[in-house]
């Protein structure tokens, strides 16, 4: 089958036939319908980010399944699903706590399957799976548990993106900050992620929401999802602007969406005293982020990280499905560009170019 793959960063990705074993137990084999363009993959190919290579990149994704291995009974051949990139051992701490997106062995075992092989080949080989998903192919085999269905008639690319942006960024607001009706809130970019972060603002009635982008363009698309303000760093001091429309006093949350150590300082700086800071981007590699300690206890700031919405993908993907059914999220008006499989690394020069809204690739 073919598959875009990533050997070295910097390098193009690219698209050949690779082998893919059949699932194991446990293991969902599926026909991949959309994936998305998100920055996370970008991060790889830039070397930003370290990863096992080579890889088949794509962890935004949704399809049909096709086959199962011994054991699965979550679904079967023919049903439609959302591919999580955080699926759950249930055994480990933080899955029997409640947290299956920090689940222990997805972490230990990243770039593979479960049991530490891969299905992917060329030879003899090995091809690493990006977030167990691996997407950017036209097949993939999956662990069961990141296999997320959804209703035959739920259209593919709005199910990529539940995948990965919109419960990214709507669960950053909702289940990691948990913003309060009537509050300040600030977001420090506004590309596919951060846009789920303001449309969830606004479904939980923050009073004002401050788009900070430095493309005028992102910050214009922003207003059609719930941004009541927008900031562009390029053209005045980001921290003295949301202060100023806020009374002086900060937002009362503010996120991080783009991914770097002076990012997430204009968020830090912008949150007022109490205020709660969510770092959702992913800083390259050996990035660090100056912060006065002293000046953390003074003000009694909480800062935080949050990674999958700190969303669980099983209980809470359905919700993003049933928000979008509702009228309430918007995931329709995200999708402004669609893909070939074959045009992957134009789609990335896209993305990083200054697009707006997501690219989703629906032909493989
Ligand atoms: P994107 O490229 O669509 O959006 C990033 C936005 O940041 C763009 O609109 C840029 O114009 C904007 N930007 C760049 N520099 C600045 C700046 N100095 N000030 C303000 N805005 C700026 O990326 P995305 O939305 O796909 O991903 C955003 C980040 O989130 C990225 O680091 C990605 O890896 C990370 C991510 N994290 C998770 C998670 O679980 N925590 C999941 C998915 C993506
Ligand atoms: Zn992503």
Same mark, same amino acid.
């Given at each position: 089958?073919?598959?875009?793959?990533?050997?070295?960063?910097?390098?193009?990705?690219?698209?050949?036939?690779?082998?893919?074993?059949?699932?194991?137990?446990?293991?969902?084999?599926?026909?991949?319908?959309?994936?998305?363009?998100?920055?996370? +993959?970008?991060?790889?190919?830039?070397?930003?980010?370290?990863?096992?290579?080579?890889?088949?990149?794509?962890?935004?994704?949704?399809?049909?399944?096709?086959?199962?291995?011994?054991?699965?009974?979550?679904?079967?051949?023919?049903?439609? &699903?959302?591919?999580?990139?955080?699926?759950?051992?249930?055994?480990?701490?933080?899955?029997?706590?409640?947290?299956?997106?920090?689940?222990?062995?997805?972490?230990?075992?990243?770039?593979?399957?479960?049991?530490?092989?891969?299905?992917?080949?060329?030879?003899?080989?090995?091809?690493?799976?990006?977030?167990?998903?691996?997407?950017?192919?036209?097949?993939? @085999?999956?662990?069961?548990?990141?296999?997320?269905? @959804?209703?035959?008639?739920?259209?593919?690319?709005?199910?990529?993106?539940?995948?990965?942006?919109?419960?990214?960024?709507?669960?950053?607001?909702?289940?990691?900050?948990?913003?309060?009706?009537?509050?300040?809130?600030?977001?420090?970019?506004?590309?596919?992620?951060?846009?789920?972060?303001?449309?969830?603002?606004?479904?939980?009635?923050?009073?004002?929401?401050?788009?900070?982008?430095?493309?005028? #363009?992102?910050?214009?698309?922003?207003?059609?999802?719930?941004?009541?303000?927008?900031?562009?760093?390029?053209?005045? +001091?980001?921290?003295?602007?949301?202060?100023?429309?806020?009374?002086?006093?900060?937002?009362?949350?503010?996120?991080?969406?783009?991914?770097?150590?002076?990012?997430?300082?204009?968020?830090?700086?912008?949150?007022?005293?109490? #205020?709660?800071?969510?770092? &959702?981007?992913?800083?390259?590699?050996?990035?660090?982020?100056?912060?006065?300690?002293?000046?953390?206890?003074?003000?009694?700031?909480?800062?935080?990280?949050?990674?999958?919405?700190?969303?669980?993908?099983?209980?809470?993907?359905?919700?993003?499905?049933?928000?979008?059914?509702?009228?309430?999220?918007?995931?329709?008006?995200?999708?402004?560009?669609?893909?070939?499989?074959?045009?992957?690394?134009?789609?990335?020069?896209?993305?990083?170019?200054?697009? @707006?809204?997501?690219?989703?690739?629906?032909?493989?």
């Amino acid at each position: 089958m073919k598959a875009a793959v990533l050997y070295e960063p910097h390098h193009p990705l690219i698209i050949e036939d690779v082998a893919l074993d059949p699932p194991k137990a446990g293991e969902v084999h599926v026909k991949i319908g959309a994936a998305g363009i998100c920055r996370s +993959d970008l991060h790889v190919i830039k070397g930003e980010a370290n990863h096992l290579l080579p890889v088949v990149l794509g962890h935004e994704g949704s399809g049909t399944v096709l086959d199962v291995g011994q054991g699965v009974t979550r679904v079967k051949p023919g049903d439609r &699903v959302i591919l999580a990139f955080v699926p759950y051992c249930g055994h480990c701490h933080f899955c029997l706590s409640g947290r299956a997106n920090l689940c222990d062995l997805h972490g230990a075992t990243s770039g593979t399957l479960f049991d530490r092989t891969t299905r992917l080949h060329k030879g003899s080989q090995r091809i690493h799976h990006y977030g167990k998903v691996a997407c950017f192919a036209q097949e993939s @085999v999956v662990p069961e548990t990141g296999c997320i269905p @959804v209703s035959s008639d739920f259209p593919l690319p709005q199910a990529a993106l539940i995948g990965c942006c919109v419960t990214t960024g709507v669960g950053a607001a909702m289940y990691n900050a948990r913003i309060t009706p009537g509050s300040a809130v600030a977001v420090v970019g506004a590309g596919g992620v951060g846009l789920n972060v303001i449309q969830g603002a606004r479904l939980l009635n923050a009073g004002k929401i401050i788009a900070v982008d430095i493309n005028e #363009g992102k910050l214009e698309f922003a207003m059609r999802f719930g941004a009541t303000h927008t900031v562009n760093p390029t053209i005045q +001091d980001p921290v003295a602007a949301i202060k100023e429309l806020t009374g002086g006093l900060g937002a009362d949350y503010t996120f991080e969406v783009f991914g770097s150590s002076q990012t997430v300082l204009t968020a830090y700086n912008a949150a007022r005293k109490g #205020g709660t800071v969510v770092v &959702v981007g992913l800083a390259p590699t050996g990035d660090n982020v100056p912060i006065d300690p002293v000046a953390l206890v003074r003000q009694e700031k909480t800062l935080k990280g949050c990674y999958y919405g700190s969303a669980r993908p099983a209980i809470d993907m359905p919700v993003m499905v049933q928000l979008y059914r509702a009228g309430k999220l918007d995931i329709d008006g995200l999708i402004t560009r669609t893909y070939k499989l074959d045009d992957i690394n134009q789609a990335y020069k896209d993305i990083d170019g200054g697009d @707006v809204g997501r690219g989703v690739i629906t032909q493989f």
